[in-house]
């Protein structure tokens, strides 16, 4: 309590007479030894004793939550940015590599036509960079609404239940209705792709099976994402990433290469397997190794960028429910999602706006994401210290 903060003389007595005793053992009976952090927050106000009575009050983030883990929870959310409209330094500096990976790409063509044809490479190369971010800022979205058409939508029943239920779920947290698009696939998470024309959901047929509390604290972490506007620039920044994916999945095949024959074991190195024989294997070989070392650069940038700007997101999108006072609720929902099937039915494009990384297992991998992040994002949410 704070000195200035009597009300009349009496406390003033009180306190003088020796009888501030009684004022700290209410201090003690407070919520808890770390939720009195916030007794030291509601000194400004002035107050009275009132003050110290409304502490726990202060550290609940939600109504039904344990006064520790709110405390916990809110402190930590106080100190990175609860709004989650400012993002922290490994979420710049992994922006700064994810698009470094178009730039180079272009740049890099750039300098080497530069120096067959009289082009001034000083100016060569910033126009190639300059028109590869315009180009991916103008292709993100487009790549983003053809996967999202190309799944097939569920029966309009369902739908309009699950456009319901997260209009309901946006609302009562205080969120304007987002755009919804309700796809029929069994994959058990929610993509959020935020794009010149605003921020629209992707939303599994399967997550009707979620209950009430699960469901709500998806789509908070969805909309949490929106917030930050981490999704706008992983769409933007889409293009050069699916490129280079795709680059390096194609020479992990090649490397990889199966005979063609009914045999479906791994061709051993050395073994042409007895299959087609027109093409040796050490043409696969070699032609793998070739694209790999080419596109090795790349996807360093890429796979740092990814875990810092889309794996930090996701964690900071975390932290944001779990201020609210949802953490066991989203834990349950990425539990769920950790055990269930339909992986492959989620399209890779929109796989770095999920609220869980849900792609084939090979992309996973290649991205250094398996199940053991997923599995530290759940331990922590279940934890009583900050997220």
């Known amino acids: ?90 979420e710049l500096v992994g922006a700064a590599l994810l698009a470094a990976v178009p730039i180079t790409l272009a740049a890099v063509p750039a300098a080497l036509v530069a120096r ?6 000083m100016v060569a190369v910033p126009v190639a960079a300059g028109v590869a971010l315009i180009g991916s800022y103008a292709v993100g979205p487009a790549l983003v609404d053809r996967a999202i058409s190309e799944m097939a939508p569920m029966e309009a029943n369902g739908a309009e239940r699950l456009r319901e239920r997260v209009s309901e779920a946006a609302r009562s947290n205080g969120h304007p209705p987002p755009t919804v698009r309700v ?10 792709a935020t794009t010149r024309t605003g921020t629209t959901l ?75 024989r027109s093409i040796p294997w050490v043409v696969y070989a070699l032609s793998g190794a070739v694209l790999l070392v080419a596109v090795t650069p790349w996807w360093l940038l ?34 769920y999602a950790r055990d269930a099937s339909g992986h492959r039915e989620w399209a890779p494009e929109i796989d770095r706006l999920a609220v869980v990384p849900m792609g084939e297992i090979e992309s996973r991998r290649m991205r250094g994401r398996g199940r053991g992040g997923l599995r530290v994002r759940i331990a922590k949410l279940r934890s009583k210290r900050p997220v």
């Open 202 to 276: 992707v939303v599994p047929s399967r997550l009707s099976e979620l209950d009430d509390p699960a469901f709500e604290a998806m789509v908070l972490h969805a909309l949490a994402r929106a917030d930050s506007r981490n999704a706008r620039l992983t769409t933007a920044l889409l293009p050069a990433a699916l490129l280079v994916e795709a680059i390096r999945l194609l020479a992990s095949g090649l490397l990889s290469h199966r005979p063609s024959g009914g045999d479906d074991r791994p061709l051993a190195f050395g073994d042409d397997g007895g299959g087609d």
């Open 302 to 335: 890429l796979a740092v960028g990814d875990r810092l700007l889309v794996g930090r997101g996701r964690v900071a999108a975390d932290r944001a429910v779990a201020s609210r006072g949802r953490a066991d609720e989203l834990a349950d929902a990425l539990e």
């Open 183 to 192: 796809v029929r696939r069994s994959a058990v998470t929610l993509g959020v």
């Open 116 to 121: 067959l044809v009289p082009v001034d490479a």
């Open 1 to 90: 309590m704070d000195e200035g903060a009597s009300t009349d003389g009496q406390a003033d007595t009180e306190r003088g007479a020796g009888v501030g005793a009684q004022a700290d053992t209410n201090h003690g009976t407070s919520v808890d030894d770390e939720a009195d952090t916030n007794d030291g927050a509601n000194v400004n106000d002035g107050t009275n004793a009132k003050a110290g009575t409304n502490a726990k009050a202060g550290t609940n983030a939600k109504a039904g939550t344990s006064g520790n883990d709110a405390a916990g929870v809110e402190t930590d959310g106080e100190r990175d940015g609860d709004d989650r409209g400012t993002p922290s330094p490994a």
